[in-house]
């Protein structure tokens, strides 16, 4: 049963412990199987489904592998990109803070409000809420909108925030 095991899990390793896994099943069922069933049949086709299940379970393995080798590939390509877009001369064409100001001056006035409360001056969403009689769903979608509208103010310079906010 091994050597049929080995000729399709390609490993002996493997072979050796389906065959194991087998017998334990067989063990374990013994009380319920009738003496009328042809044992060798049975133990044969009882590795044929493990060496299935066996070889299924790898190919899902080496195809979660992949996906997770193509995401981590592109990881490291947008790292890459970011980097080469990064431009030094971003920071001598205005100041940092000028420009978040800017950014943050072009949002609708109380979405301004609720954000510089929220993170700017650190406040909770129950405490701005309730200094603005709004709901604390109102408040974490003025949020939303925030962000949102900061993002694509500020796509030329996403590069510097993500290393200001890595510091």
Known sequence: MKRFACRYVLFEEDAENIVQ???????ERKDTLTSHINILAFLFTAVKNKCIDHL???SVRQRTTETLKE???????????SLEAFDL??????????????????????CR???ILSKIEGEKQKTIAQKLNISVNTVETQIGIAYKKLREELKN??????????L
């Open 21 to 27: 896994d087998v017998f334990l099943d067989l063990l």
């Open 56 to 58: 299924r379970n790898q």
């Open 71 to 81: 995401e981590y590939q592109i990881a490291l390509q947008m790292s890459l990109d």
């Open 89 to 110: 001369n971003l920071f001598a064409e205005e100041d940092i803070e000028m420009i978040l100001k800017k950014a943050i001056n072009s949002l609708p006035e109380k």
């Open 113 to 115: 409000e609720i954000f």
């Open 157 to 166: 310079y996403l590069p510097i925030l993500f290393f200001l906010l890595s």
